[in-house]
């Protein structure tokens, strides 16, 4: 299952970039030829036998996966018998050693982090009813993989949000700074998050810094010190920050923005010793994000350390004291690093694999050992462990063992312009042994909406294209990862300019002769059922069916559902800005244009998006007389994370399909 008795030892760099190119080509060993115009006529007259369901519903071996400080442990939400589990287990050595626990009922798993090499520390959100609202609720455990005792971290808390991690301790003790609320009330000194100085082992807490008026957020440096606070005025919705340069002084304001004016405070995320500077991500008057040193104090820019690409993210060392790479909105080098040395090991890697995407997930405290995932867009992909010191090479795990090294569909980033000449990227999807001219063909808008797809395997897309089907992904207006005007360009556009960017995109694929206008459908989960139900009501005539999948039908009641009492009103101010009039794009209160037939599909375990959002769009198409099918998962989350449920939302596409718009 592990994988573990592949293990190479590899010395020296020439020989480690050889070594692992044939071993990672070993690895992934193709199924199908490498795709060329002769190779792909040759597998269309084939026999194809498509994979099962099976196949593409399988968990992913790890998600989140941590490796430990001293690089020999692994922490992650691993796929146990269907479901996510917690664990912990040796990189090498005795599995039987693994501590497995399950996810808590009703909660869903936020972050996975290691303290110390013995224990970790799991952040957890809930959606629960507060006085007649939904609220998130946020709380943590601590587990220790000896003596596998889980502990409840500040659950007595009686606020809202316990779980805001400030620090984690670098010295092998188990002790972490932690955020959180005593009070829901806002006129109460509770309701103001206290830090606490807690042990994970035991969840003994120590006060650390005492809630203060209208501070909502805390930040400490890597030492532990509380250096930071962030304040929040629910009036004007504007925000405040207050620094500090040791911990024996005051705080004093240095920054003031309206955050409903889409004005951004300059945070620091690193600070250098002995000194007022910091580092910060800046957003420039270009709409590019970039990476400064600043003083803090006056906010002035000393130099900017990074500006080349976008930035999304920054890669910190694991005691966060040192700046090691920076991610960008770049599709093709999403991680620049600056430490020379993970640059070196990043290049050594991808000249291994250079048609892979190759991802390193976490690294040791030393640097010296990591989680490498290689991957492409038609395999989900392997995970490997790799010391740089010694040079083995263990691959730990295929991500998807019934998939294994096969390749599937070919995917490739295109382009096309919407009505109004918006240049939009997506991710086309060409189903294997099927040809590439008139194919029936499935527009999958992604959710969101401030989200995009990239080039990576996307188990919905392989596997409707392993049942015929080309499939297209457009990153439309409004997605991130393309700058902050691509991002605003969404604003007052959702279900107008957002909705007809999918149009145009169906329209392009038909003039490339790429999909048959008559056998499209749309299927979306999130923001993509929404649009999935709005595009048949937007354009009756484009679509044979459409498919949401945990889907919005009633954006006016989804404005009221952002399970805060201090932000909501500034959340309701930015989410208005997507559109002039909710209930005029709510499919919900459109059914009666709707002509094509409808399938909904929704966990009743969904925390993002409440289940009674499809059963009220369900209710509504019967009552009009309209063909809606509507498929209730008992168990099923937002993301589907148990094996059985994938398999009843990937059988019921197809079945919906093969009705409605068979691939042949």
């Not at 090498?92 to 224990?119: L, M, Y």
Request: charged residues 20%; aromatic residues 8%; proline residues 5%.
């Amino acid at each position: 299952m592990f994988g573990g008795k592949h293990i190479r030892k590899l010395n020296g760099k020439s020989l480690i970039v050889r070594k692992i190119s044939l071993f990672i080509a070993a690895s992934l060993a193709l199924s199908f030829p490498a795709w060329s115009k002769d190779s792909n006529d040759a597998v269309a007259t084939a026999p194809f036998q498509p994979l099962p369901v099976q196949a593409f519903a399988v968990l992913p071996f790890v998600e989140k996966a941590k490796i430990s400080p001293d690089g020999t442990q692994i922490a992650g939400l691993f796929s146990v018998r269907g479901e996510q589990r917690i664990a912990m287990m040796p990189i090498i050595g005795d599995r039987k050693k693994a501590v497995i626990i399950p996810v808590p009922e009703q909660t869903e798993v936020s972050w996975i982090r290691w303290t110390g090499n013995d224990n970790i520390v799991v952040g957890l959100y809930a959606l629960m009813p507060v006085y007649g609202d939904r609220w998130y609720v946020s709380r943590l455990i601590g587990v220790n993989r000896h003596s596998r005792k889980i502990t409840r971290i500040l659950w007595d808390a009686g606020g809202q949000n316990a779980a805001d991690l400030l620090w984690v301790a670098t010295d092998g003790s188990p002790d972490i700074l932690v955020s959180a609320q005593e009070s829901i009330y806002t006129d109460t000194p509770g309701f103001w998050p206290t830090v606490y100085r807690v042990d994970v082992t035991n969840g003994r807490k120590k006060k650390v810094e005492t809630g203060r008026s209208n501070i909502f957020d805390w930040i400490a440096d890597h030492d532990g010190e509380v250096r930071l606070g962030i304040s929040y005025l629910k009036k004007t919705a504007s925000s405040t920050l207050l620094y500090r340069p040791n911990p024996s002084s005051s705080l004093r304001t240095i920054d003031k923005v309206r955050l409903a004016n889409e004005e951004s405070l300059t945070i620091p995320f690193h600070f250098m010793p002995n000194s007022d500077r910091g580092l910060a991500l800046k957003d420039m008057p270009n709409g590019r994000t970039t990476v400064v040193e600043m003083d803090i104090p006056s906010g002035d820019i000393i130099r900017t350390i990074y500006d080349q690409k976008d930035v999304s993210g920054v890669f910190l060392a694991a005691n966060g004291a040192k700046l090691l790479g920076i991610f960008t909105r770049d599709q093709t080098n999403p991680l620049h690093w600056l430490d020379p040395i993970m640059a070196g090991h990043q290049e050594t890697l991808n000249a291994a694999s250079p048609l892979s995407s190759v991802r390193i997930e976490s690294i040791s405290d030393d640097q010296s050992k990591m989680l490498v995932r290689f991957s492409t867009a038609d395999n989900p992909g392997l995970l490997y462990y790799f010391d740089a010191v010694t040079g083995d090479l263990l691959r730990f795990a295929s991500i998807n063992e019934n998939i294994g090294g096969k390749r599937l569909s070919r995917a490739q980033m295109v382009r096309y312009k919407a009505r109004d000449g918006l240049e939009i990227e997506a991710v086309l999807t060409m189903p294997r042994g099927a040809g590439d001219k008139n194919l029936p063909f499935i527009i999958m808008p992604h959710g969101g909406p401030w989200a995009h797809d990239d080039l990576t395997y996307h188990y919905w897309a392989q596997f409707l294209a392993e049942r015929g089907y080309a499939v297209l992904q457009p990153n439309f207006r409004g997605s991130t990862g393309y700058g902050k005007a691509f991002e605003k360009a969404g604003q007052g556009q959702l279900g107008l300019a957002m909705q007809d960017d999918l149009t145009d995109a169906v329209r392009w694929a038909a003039a490339e002769g790429i999909a048959d206008p008559n056998r499209v459908c749309i299927i979306g989960g999130s923001y993509g059922g929404y649009a999935a139900m709005w595009g048949i009501v937007k354009d009756p005539e484009l679509y044979r069916c459409a498919v949401s999948v945990n889907g919005v039908a009633n954006l006016r009641r989804e404005v009221n559902d952002f399970g805060t009492k201090l932000m909501g009103r500034l959340y309701r101010s930015q989410w208005q800005k997507m559109t002039p009039d909710f209930s005029a794009v709510s499919p919900i209160n459109a059914v009666d244009q709707i002509k094509t037939p409808l399938l909904l599909i929704h966990g009743k375990r969904d925390v993002t998006v409440d289940h009674s959002q499809s059963v009220r769009m369900h209710s509504a198409m019967q009552k009009h007389g309209k063909i809606s099918e509507f498929i209730s998962v008992p168990l099923a989350d937002h993301y589907f994370t148990r094996e059985a449920d994938r398999i009843t939302l990937l059988s019921s596409i197809e079945k919906f399909l093969k009705t409605h718009n068979p691939p042949d």
